[in-house]
C-alpha cells in the first residue's frame, strides 16, 4: 500500500485474491461494503453499465465446468465495462496438451489485466500468480501486473463464494459479527466450507462444521472452527445461518458412508429439520443443490433459503473484487 | 472525503499554523439559506411546480443537500426529494491513485426523469466531480436541467464547469486546503482554508 493522500483512503492493498486465508478483516470489510455500494449504484437504473473499467480485460480460464460462478464474473466484468473473454480447457490448446504455465504465459502475453482461474488442482492459482508475477508484461509497463483470481481450486478455496456468503448473511441478518454458522456435508472434498470458515472466523463469527468423521479433512483440527457430528444437536442449539454442502460424488472414490439415503437422514436439511430453527435463521447452498440429498426441496423452495440472494451477492462480490483488484493504481 | 478539499502536497505554502476561518457556524446557516431562496427563485419564481430534486456528492454534500432541502421546506411547504449519487465510479483518476473507496448512492424514488436535478457539493476546484457526477447522472434517468450549488468555489478549474449557486468564492493557491466541517461528520459547523 502507498499511503500517499490519506484523505481518499489509500485502497486495500489487494495484489490477487487467491484465498480467505490470510485476507485481513478491513480488507474483507472493504470488500462487502464495496459489493453493497455496487448493489445501490445499479438499482433502479436501466442502464446497468459503469465505465469503471473500460480498456481492461478479464479472461477467465475454467478447467472445471461451472455455471453460476464463470457467468457472475463475466457479467461483473461487463458490467463495469472491462472486455471479458471466457477460455474453457475443452476448447483450448489444453486439450492439445499445453501445460498450466504455458496457457496462462500465452493469456498473459495475449493483453490479459486479470486471470480468473478454476482448477481441479489445488494451489493452481497460486502457482499462476507466481508464474505471471515473476515476467514483465509489456502491455502493463514496468509496475503493471496481471492479477489473478481464485474461482476455486480443487479442495483448497473458493473466496468469492465466501464473500458473496458472508454478504448474503449481511443482507439477511444485519450483522456477520457474532452470528453462529453451520456448516454442513461434505467439508473434507468443499472449498467453500474451507473459504468460509476462515471468512467468516475473520469477519468475527462462530462456525460449526458439521459432518460424518469421513467427510473431514486432515488438519481440521487447526481450522478456527468447532466441529460437531450431530446435526440434530446443532440445529437445536439455534444457529443463525445453516450453509449445506453438496456431497461431491465426483471427488469420491472410495466408500465415505453407507448409502445416500443414510446421508440424507443424518446429514440431510429435511423439512422437520428446518422447521426447528430459529425463525430468523437463514439456509445457504452455493449450488448446484442435489435436493432430496443435502437439502429438502420444501426448504429450498422456502422463504428463509437465500439461494438465489447467493447467486446475485455473486455479481456484487465480483465486481467489488475486480475493482479493487483493477481500478486504482497498481499494488506493489 | 472528496480529494478536492486539498491542495497539492505542497512544500511550505500553508503553515500548520496557518489556518483563516472562512465561514464560521452561523455563517455557514446563512449561506445555506440564501442558496435555497437562490434554488426557489430560480425555479419556481411565482410559486409555480419545476419539480426540483437535490441529488449530494458524498460526503457532506450529502449533507449540504439535506439542510438546503430542509429550508427549502421550511420556505414554501413543498417537500423536496433529496438523494445522494457516488460519482467514484465515474472518476477520470482512478488508475492514478490506490484504489478509491465507494460511498452511498441513493436515487429519490420518484426519479430524476424530467426534474431539474441540482447537484450539491462542499468545495467546486478542478471540476472533475462534478465531470463524474453529470456522467452518472446520465445512466440514471434524463433530468429536464441540471444546476450546481457548492458551499465553496475555490478556483482553479480544469474544466468548463461552473456553479449555479456559490456561497462564498474563495481565492485559493492550489497547495492550500479547504476544510469545511459539518456537525452531521465532525461535529460543528465551519469553513477554514489552511
Known sequence: MTGTDTSTGTGIGLRHLLSTDGLRREQAVALLDTAANMEQALTGRTVRKLPTLRGRTVVTLFYENSTRTRVSFEVAGKWMSADTINVSASASSVSKGESLRDTASTLAAAGTDCLVVRHPASGAPHRIAAWLDHVAHSHLGAEGHVAVVNAGDGTHEHPTQALLDAATLRARLGRVEGAHVAVVGDILHSRVARSNAHLLATLGARVTLVAPPTLLPVGVAGWPVEISHDLDAVLTSGPDAVMMLRVQAERMHGGFFPSAREYAIRFGLSEARADRLPDHAVVLHPGPAVRGMEIASAVADSSRAAISDQVTAGVHVRMAVLYHLLAGEDVA | ?194
Do not use: C, W
Open chain 2, 1 to 194: 472525503m472528496p480529494s478536492r478539499r486539498r491542495g497539492e502536497p505542497g512544500s511550505d505554502a500553508a503553515g500548520a499554523e496557518g489556518e483563516r476561518e472562512l465561514l464560521s457556524a452561523a455563517d455557514l446557516a446563512r449561506t445555506v439559506a440564501r442558496v435555497a431562496h437562490e434554488i426557489i427563485e430560480r425555479n419556481a419564481p411565482d410559486g409555480a411546480t419545476a419539480r426540483v430534486v437535490l441529488l449530494g456528492l458524498p460526503t457532506r454534500g450529502t449533507f449540504l443537500a439535506r439542510r438546503l432541502a430542509e429550508r427549502i421546506g421550511e420556505i414554501t411547504g413543498a417537500t423536496v426529494p433529496t438523494g445522494t449519487l457516488d460519482p467514484t465510479l465515474y472518476r477520470d483518476d482512478l488508475r492514478l491513485r490506490p484504489t478509491r473507496a465507494l460511498a452511498e448512492t441513493e436515487i429519490p424514488a420518484v426519479g430524476i426523469d424530467d426534474a431539474v436535478v441540482v447537484l450539491v457539493d462542499d468545495v467546486l476546484f478542478s471540476g472533475r466531480t462534478v465531470r463524474a457526477a453529470l456522467d452518472a447522472l446520465r445512466d440514471h434517468g434524463r433530468p429536464r436541467a441540471v444546476q450546481l450549488a457548492v458551499l465553496v468555489d475555490r478556483g482553479h478549474r480544469e474544466l468548463p464547469i461552473r456553479a449555479d449557486y456559490v456561497g462564498k468564492n474563495v481565492p485559493t493557491n492550489r497547495t492550500e486546503d479547504v476544510a469545511v466541517r459539518l456537525v452531521e461528520v465532525d461535529g460543528e459547523d465551519g469553513v477554514s482554508l489552511r
